[in-house]
């Protein structure tokens, strides 16, 4: 291989950095939005509906069409199929028809010649609506009996009899917000119409097949007309998911009517209007405890809103009951979760899936406990971990991989908990105006789709014949890294460099009905199903070795010096050039299906998930009692990732993940008004971290256990778990406010995100108590 | 007239311009320079940083600020210099910066990286604003994946970087002339005026113009609002008004100068001001928004005007016919009201040096501290002797339609003897000053209770005791 250049300039594995660093940091990634305009190209934009719930009574298009640059205006009576760029439920429209039921949807669509003209043509639209009503919050969906789906209940034993015989009881509720993606690349697609009735998509999706599929069902064709392509996102974190679907069926649609190609390249302020955001939440809560502060009973009631459509609701707010239970042991336990349907923008997948929003009420109750027990939170934490003879989950798998409390031991240690703690109080006693607070909290997350069917994956590998090697799978880069450690396993199976191994762009022609990446699974599936693919080819090669050379194939060994049989040695180029000559095919499909996991909806029991990933933080905070001002002063991690493929790739994401997760629950504040209207659709007032947000002091370290289970390499999954470890973040804050009136038994009432305003009132609220 | 600039060394003319087109779409979809991305069209993501060169003001080197692009209208980069993310690839090669951002985990999608690179280049190499702490020349780039480690700890490791700029300053000493730019675009025009006279005369024929100088606003009319702009002046190249003056009675600020610039001789003035410069945007809009415009443009919400209210700040405007000078309380008559006739412009903002003995205390307050608009803008003024206050200059933006002094409270505190009993009755007075509205950015009752608590925040401060969380340390 040293005879030829490398593909792309790749280092030593195992913390290759990111397959398109060297392109990103020079400008020359390609995002779709990047490459050449065709001159006939049309560009797109949608008119969306002012009210949250109307029916249509007139439109009048007229000054729309009529619009300098205007090409075509399509309406749903124009969509040749099904209009419904839905998931599962059928309920999303392309566009509206007849009846429109948030604020925001997309109601007509405008093509024009350039997108400047499309976006001012599409403010022209005269709809005259006749007002319908509109439920916008948690509480009146509630009032209202407004549902997605029935009321879900998970329950061990009998939570209302423990209640009652409970040494002591307290009852509790808090709101949390939702939170928008903000992924730097808005929506975008473009589609492409082909010969025959056929169409080429370039969409930023997390979920290409799905968009495939829509996109086929929309424009009345089968599938096999369709192809979606996608080489990199710039970020998704779930909002690419079912999301991205809107827009390129808007381009498709386009593109097969006029037979030129289309863009939707959506604005900011309407990507954040019209697109889906993580779910917000009520708790309530009715928790049993001894002194010591240990769970004896919880009935739990979680109620999110939905928004307008199901979208993936269902498995979302699943989500959020199976990590009700994060680390704990909870004895009799009832967990109700009510899906509110509101007339806002449905709701949807967001990094956790609904597991922060579960785990942040069960941490939220604990530290509820430790406060009316007056004991130490991490002590309350500890005293209800899993452990021996308590290993069983509200959904009844077995907690087989439990080494929360290894972790949580260790980090107490390595951060110094208990002497910050110390020095915390004591800052407390000397300071009026600031305060500050500590707090430790353990994730544990669980790992698989919870819809059991989409844990499958395929991949394609094709070794040409100087060696060198391209891979295809089901996953989509998003900026996670899944491309690099994918690279990674396929060159560790010949023991070539990696810079041998190009990656190429995710492909619904190249590796067909592939399940969204998300779910932290992309890693786990792929990388096994490409690791299938490419032990093919090296079976191959060695039967080929066997066979003309008369050794055993199971004594070929692939190294990094070359292809060793008996005492020879050849180059992995050389072996695959005679391996052509030889009439052996190195082409290769792999496949993996996750074993060993099946859930039961209708009980809600079962084993749902492969295993479990771990996570440990301490986070302290300082507030400013005055004005609700604070910040994050340092962060200490310890988060298991199994036996990791890419150090450096994973230590990325739990950083990332952890600020995220922090901006959720400080900054990141979604604002609707009474009639449903989004008030924070832009950057000026929706405020993700920024660098100086980031905790001066921030410790990351790897836990140092492989998974349990074969995954690949023994890894474990890392998107979506560190996201959770920012929850201890907000348990500081509760503990920091608890200090402005420490003789109080009694959590203060706080409320996420907790912004200045949120901390201010809290304060007020727990001094009154 | 063509709009022409100096990239990668060549001479980029264009003719037939669109007046309010922005460089961003000129340079991704006329240019095919995709390395410059636009994250929010609204200058707040920071995905579009390209640094911008100029001469100084000796005619000899080249000074470099990052700016957006994505709200920088193409006649503003008229004689100027442009460096994008396309620019620094030296054959293809990385410079250490990037070759340590791309080994370093700073990028994970990838999206926002190229407007990091800028920053951090011109950091490097002695851009505006280079002698900040890093996260503040960061403030304005959002990165939504990595949670910023690597990016900084690229920043740190990689030092300083050269540039030649010898060959350039020479190119802009040749585009240079001292004459109104002017265009028109079918039935729009548009000026780039060099002299105040010429600013003056262009608004006595123009009185309908729109003037333009950083566009951080009016940017946002156009790739938000699309609105149509009929006539515009663009007045950021007008030496005259980029000057300022710090003598021992205070300072002056030409309607010009960019906040970045003011920022350091702001800070001299006193440390409040500069903390409140330095969090009005991120540094692309500092490098690119000017105080005139801040205040100009009458915005409750400004940040500027509170501050420059309570210190006592008297504004100067002229035209044709002259100048004025007002207090700068009276310029804000009412909700997007302002004294300042069609022809009239901003021409200089003076700020009264605060007396030493002065209690002077600035805060701001929104859900970020960095680029972020304030919920609340409160500003102390208080001059002593002997324990007593003998004038409270207070004022607050966000709290009421125009930024606007505090009476009541003014009233408790002069006086009176400085002490816990005066502020509690002060901040009784200041409840009943402001009605203000609930709105995105916080309620009323926040409002009315965090500028009661900035007012004990004073009180706090002044006892020595610690109140800022920025200031907070470990341990």
Redesign the interface.
């Known amino acids: 291989m040293a005879d030829r250049a490398p593909l792309w300039p790749a280092?030593d594995k195992p913390s290759h950095?990111?397959d398109?660093?060297?392109?990103?940091?020079?400008?020359?990634?390609?995002?779709v939005?990047?490459g050449?305009?065709p001159a006939d190209m049309l560009h797109l934009a949608f008119g969306q509906s002012e009210q949250a719930h109307a029916r249509i009574a007139a439109m009048d298009l007229s000054a729309v069409r009529a619009a300098p640059g205007v090409v075509a205006v399509y309406t749903a009576a124009d969509i040749p199929g099904a209009n419904d760029v839905s998931p599962m439920a059928g309920d999303d429209r392309l566009l509206a028809d007849g009846e429109v039921i948030c604020v925001g949807q997309s109601v007509f669509l405008v093509a024009a010649t350039s997108r400047?003209a499309a976006?001012?043509a599409a403010?022209l639209g005269r709809i005259d609506y006749e007002p319908l009503p509109a439920l916008v919050t948690i509480e009146e969906a509630r009032a209202a009996g407004s549902l997605i789906e029935p009321t879900q209940r998970m329950a061990r034993g009998d939570a209302a009899a423990a209640l009652a015989t409970a040494p002591r009881r307290a009852t509790g509720g808090f709101d949390m917000g939702g939170q928008d993606?903000?992924?730097?690349?808005?929506q975008v697609a473009i589609a492409t119409p082909g010969e025959d009735g056929q169409m080429h998509i370039l969409s930023s999706t997390q979920h290409p097949s799905e968009i495939q599929h829509l996109v086929a069902h929309m424009l009345h064709r089968p599938s096999a007309d369709v192809t979606v392509e996608v080489r990199?996102?710039?970020?998704?974190?779930g909002g690419k998911e079912t999301q991205a679907a809107l827009f390129a069926a808007a381009a498709a649609l386009v593109a097969s009517k006029t037979g030129r190609p289309a863009k939707f390249r959506c604005?900011?302020?309407d990507d954040m209007a019209m697109t889906g955001k993580r779910h917000d939440f009520r708790v309530d809560y009715d928790v049993g405890f001894d002194d010591e502060g240990r769970i004896l009973a919880l009935s739990l009631r979680l109620a999110s809103r939905c928004g307008v459509t199901v979208d993936l609701s269902p498995a979302i707010n699943d989500r959020a009951m199976f990590h009700a239970d994060n680390c704990y042991w909870l004895p009799d336990v009832e967990i109700v979760s009510e899906r509110l349907k509101t007339h806002t923008v449905s709701a949807t997948a967001f990094r956790g899936f609904g597991g922060p929003q579960g785990m942040l009420a069960i941490e939220r109750i604990i530290d509820d406990v430790a406060a009316r027990t007056g004991r130490d939170p991490l002590a309350v934490r500890i005293a209800n971990l899993y452990g021996p003879d308590r290993d069983v989950t509200p959904y009844a798998m077995r907690v087989e991989d439990n080494i929360a409390p290894q972790m949580i031991a260790r980090l107490r240690e390595t951060a110094r908990y208990d002497e910050?703690q110390a020095?915390v109080e004591a800052f407390n006693a000397r300071?009026?105006?600031?305060k500050?607070g500590i707090a430790l909290t353990p994730v544990k997350f669980g790992i698989s789709f919870t819809t059991t069917h989409l844990n499958q994956a395929g991949a394609l590998v094709h070794v040409y014949a100087d060696g060198s090697i391209q891979i295809n799978h089901g996953g989509t880069e998003?900026?996670?890294?899944l491309y690099i450690k994918v690279a990674q396993v396929v060159a560790d199976v010949f023991a070539v460099p990696v810079s041998t191994v190009r990656i190429t762009a995710t492909r619904t022609d190249k590796v067909p009905n592939t399940s969204a990446t998300a779910a932290s699974s992309g890693a786990d599936l792929n990388g096994m199903a490409a690791f299938e693919a490419a032990t093919t080819i090296r079976d191959r090669l060695a039967a080929f070795l066997a066979r003309t050379h008369g050794c055993a194939a199971g004594d070929v060994r692939f190294t990094p010096d070359g292809v060793r049989f008996g005492d020879q040695c050849l180059s992995f180029a050389t072996l695959c050039r005679k391996a052509h000559i030889g009439r052996i095919s190195l082409s290769s499909t792999g496949y993996y299906a996750t074993p060993g996991i099946v859930y039961d909806r209708e009980s809600h029991k079962g084993r749902p998930f492969y295993y479990f990933a771990y996570g440990a933080a301490v986070s302290?905070v300082?507030?400013?009692t005055?004005?609700?001002?604070?910040?994050v002063?340092?962060v200490d991690i310890l988060h298991d990732v199994g036996r990791s493929l890419n150090p450096?790739?994973d230590?990325?994401q739990i950083?990332?993940?952890?600020?995220?997760g922090q901006g959720w629950l400080t900054?990141e504040?979604l604002?609707f008004d009474a009639n449903g209207r989004l008030?924070?659709h832009?950057?000026?007032?929706y405020?993700?971290?920024?660098?100086?947000?980031?905790p001066?002091?921030?410790a990351i370290h790897l836990w140092d256990g492989d998974n349990v289970q074969p995954t690949i390499n023994r890894s474990k999954a890392v998107g979506e778990p560190p996201f959770m470890l920012a929850i201890s973040v907000f348990s500081a804050l509760g503990r920091t406010i608890a200090a402005t009136a420490p003789d109080k038994r009694a959590l203060p009432p706080l409320n996420a995100p907790a912004?200045?305003?949120a901390i201010?009132?809290a304060i007020?609220g727990h001094r009154a108590a | 007239m063509s709009v022409r600039f100096i990239l990668d060394g060549e001479i980029v003319d264009i003719s037939d311009v669109d007046p309010t087109a922005t460089l961003l779409d000129h340079l991704r979809y006329r240019m095919s320079r995709t390395g410059t991305k636009e994250g929010c069209a609204e200058g707040d993501c920071g995905a579009c940083t390209v640094l911008v060169g100029e001469l100084d003001a000796d005619g000899t080197r080249v000074d470099w600020r990052a700016v957006n692009a994505c709200i920088l209208f193409l006649p503003m980069i008229h004689g100027k210099a442009l460096l994008t993310v396309e620019s620094l690839a030296d054959g293809g090669a990385l410079n250490p910066l990037q070759a340590c951002m791309a080994a370093n985990g700073s990028s994970q999608c990838g999206f926002c990286t190229p407007g990091f690179v800028m920053s951090l280049y011109g950091r490097a190499v002695g851009a505006s604003g280079h002698d900040l702490p890093v996260e503040d020349v960061l403030a304005g780039n959002l990165c939504r994946c990595t949670g910023y480690g690597p990016i900084l700890e690229a920043a740190a490791t990689t030092g300083a970087l050269t540039r030649d700029d010898a060959a350039l300053a020479q190119q802009l000493r040749d585009l240079a002339s001292g004459e109104t730019v002017a265009g028109i675009y079918g039935d729009r025009r548009w000026f780039v005026p060099r002299t105040a006279d010429a600013l003056a005369d262009l608004l006595a024929a123009h009185p309908d113009a729109r003037m333009v100088a950083g566009a951080t606003d009016v940017g946002l009319w156009v790739t938000k609002g699309l609105r149509v702009i009929d006539t515009l002046i663009f007045v950021g190249d007008i030496a005259e008004l980029r000057t300022m003056a710090e003598t021992d009675e205070g300072l002056t600020i030409g309607a010009g100068v960019r906040y970045a610039q003011a920022h350091a001789a702001c800070a001299r003035l006193h440390p409040d001001l500069g903390e409140l410069v330095r969090r009005i945007g991120g540094l692309q809009v500092r490098n690119a928004a000017t105080i005139g415009g801040n205040i100009a443009n009458g915005s409750p919400i400004g940040d500027g005007p509170p501050a420059l209210i309570a210190l006592g700040a008297t504004l100067t405007l002229r035209s044709h016919m002259g100048r004025r000078t007002m207090p700068l309380e009276d310029y804000f008559l009412d909700y997007g009201k302002q004294d300042r006739r069609s022809w009239e412009y901003v021409e200089s903002v003076h700020i009264p040096r605060p007396a030493p003995d002065s209690i002077v205390h600035i805060s701001k307050l929104s859900r970020r501290f960095d680029s972020d608009i304030s919920a609340v803008c409160g500003a102390f003024r208080l001059d002593m002797a002997d324990g007593v206050v003998t004038q409270a200059r207070v004022a607050f933006g966000g709290m009421a339609a125009t930024p606007r002094r505090a009476p009541l409270c003014e009233a408790a505190l002069t006086g009176q003897p400085f002490t816990e009993e005066t502020i509690a009755a002060a901040a009784d007075a200041l409840r009943e000053d402001y009605a203000p509205l609930t709105d995105v950015r916080g309620t009323a009752a926040y409002r009315i209770d965090a500028a009661v608590g900035l007012l004990w925040r004073l009180w706090h401060g002044a006892q020595g005791e610690a109140v800022s969380v920025l200031e907070a340390q470990l341990g």
């Open positions: 280092i950095p990111h398109s660093a060297h392109l990103h940091v020079i400008g020359l990634a390609r995002y939005d990047d050449a305009e400047d976006r001012r403010r993606h903000f992924y730097l690349e808005g990199r996102m710039g970020g998704a974190f604005d900011r302020d910050r020095a300071n009026n105006v600031l500050k998003m900026g996670q890294g302290e300082v507030v400013d005055l004005t609700g001002e604070h910040r002063l340092a450096a790739i230590m990325g950083e990332g993940g952890f600020l995220q900054t504040e604002v008030l924070t832009s950057p000026a007032t405020k993700i971290p920024t660098a100086s947000d980031r001066r002091h921030f912004t200045p305003e201010l009132r007020a």
